[in-house]
C-alpha cells in the first residue's frame, strides 16, 4: 500500500483543481491547493500561493507531500510555455528526486499532444502512438511536461504517473460547446463556419444546437471527457501500485457524434438544430483499454448523461466556478 495522507495539488482552483481537492478531501487526504492567481475556494484545503518557477518554494511544498498532483498549465500563454511547463514541471519532479518524499507524481496531460482534430487519426488513440501534437502552446507543453515525467521515472526513478485527457466538460461547458448562442467554446468556433445569413439570424436571438458534418456529409465524431470521471481517474492513480512510469488514456467509452448528441440537446433544450460543415476537423477516438484494465477507470459518464447533467446545472441555477479566461 502507498500510504500516501498529504496531496500537493497545482493549479488547484482550475476547473479540474477545484472538483479534485473535494473529492480529494472527501477521501480523507489532507490537500495542499497550491495556486498562484486565484484561491482554490474549497472549504477544508490547505491553500499555499506558489509560483511553481519558484525553485525553493516549490522544494519546500513537496517535501511534505506525500503525493503530487501536477494540474498547473500555460494554456496558450506565450510567456507562461517555459515558466509552468518547463521549469515548473523540472521543479516539481526534481524536488520529488531529491526529496524522495512523494510517493507518487501525477500529471494532468491531454490528447492534444496526439493532434486529435487536426491530425489523421486512422486507428484509436493509443498510449503508445507517438506525440504528434497540433499547433498551439497549450499542446506544446503537454509534450514538454509528459517527456519530463518519462525521464524522470527512468533517469532517477521518480513515481511519475501520466494521465492524457481528452477534452474535459464540466457544468455546462457541453452544452455552451454545442450550441450558437452566446460566448464560443471550443473549437470550432461556429460562426466561421455558419453563411452571413446565418450569422445574422443568430447575432438577433434565438438558439439551436450543431449537427457537424464532414463536407461529404458525414456526421463528426470525437472523444470528450467529464470532469467526474477525470476525478475517479486521479483517485485511482493515487491507489493503483505498480503503475509507475505509465501514461494511461482518459476518455468516455466512445467518441460521440454531432448529429446524434445535437439532436439530443436540441431536444432537452426546446431548440432546433443547425447543420454545419467543418471542412478541416478530422474524427478520432481514444482507446482507454489500458485505463480500464490496468488503473481500474471507469467512466460513468455518455454524451447523453452528460447533457444531462449540464441541463439539471442550468434549471436550478448554480454558480460556475472562476475561469481562467481561457476557452477550453
Not at 477521501?27 to 490547505?46: K, Q, T
Not at 455552451?176 to 445569413?197: C, I, Y
Amino acid at each position: 500500500m502507498l500510504n500516501i495522507k498529504r496531496v500537493m495539488v497545482t493549479g488547484a482552483s482550475g476547473k479540474l483543481g477545484g472538483p479534485l481537492c473535494e473529492a480529494l478531501l472527501s477521501e480523507g487526504y489532507h490537500v495542499i491547493g497550491a495556486d498562484r492567481r486565484l484561491p482554490v475556494g474549497v472549504a477544508g484545503v490547505e491553500e499555499v500561493q506558489l509560483d511553481v518557477a519558484d525553485t525553493a518554494a516549490v522544494e519546500e511544498a513537496v517535501s511534505r507531500s506525500d503525493a503530487v498532483i501536477h494540474l498547473a498549465s500555460c494554456k496558450e500563454d506565450r510567456e507562461a510555455v517555459i515558466k509552468v511547463s518547463a521549469q515548473g514541471t523540472f521543479n516539481l519532479l526534481d524536488a520529488a528526486m531529491r526529496t524522495k518524499t512523494p510517493k507518487r507524481v501525477v500529471l494532468a496531460s491531454g490528447d492534444a499532444v496526439n493532434g486529435i482534430y487536426f491530425n489523421e487519426q486512422p486507428v484509436p488513440i493509443t498510449e503508445a502512438i507517438p506525440m504528434v501534437a497540433y499547433p498551439g502552446y497549450y499542446a506544446f507543453s503537454k509534450v514538454i511536461e509528459e517527456t519530463m515525467f518519462q525521464q524522470y521515472y527512468y533517469q532517477a526513478g521518480v513515481p511519475a504517473v501520466v494521465l492524457r485527457m481528452s477534452w474535459i466538460q464540466a457544468e455546462d461547458d457541453i452544452l455552451t460547446h454545442l450550441t450558437v448562442a452566446g460566448d464560443s467554446f471550443g473549437v470550432p468556433v461556429w460562426s466561421e463556419l455558419m453563411t452571413d445569413q446565418q450569422r445574422a439570424r443568430f447575432a438577433s436571438g434565438g438558439d439551436a444546437a450543431v449537427a457537424l458534418r464532414h463536407p461529404d456529409g458525414r456526421p463528426m465524431r470525437r472523444h470528450i471527457v467529464a470532469v467526474e470521471d477525470c476525478v475517479q481517474a486521479f483517485l485511482l492513480a493515487l491507489k493503483r501500485d505498480g503503475i509507475e512510469g505509465h501514461t494511461f488514456m482518459i476518455a468516455m467509452n466512445d467518441p460521440f457524434d454531432y448529429v446524434d448528441a445535437a439532436a439530443y440537446a436540441a431536444n432537452r433544450l426546446g431548440i432546433e438544430t443547425l447543420d454545419l460543415v467543418d471542412p478541416v476537423g478530422k474524427d478520432f477516438c481514444v482507446d482507454t483499454t489500458k485505463s480500464r484494465y490496468l488503473l481500474g477507470y471507469r467512466p460513468k459518464h455518455d454524451i447523453y448523461s452528460l447533457i444531462d447533467s449540464a441541463v439539471e446545472f442550468r434549471q436550478v441555477g448554480r454558480s460556475r466556478r472562476p475561469r481562467s479566461g481561457f476557452k477550453g
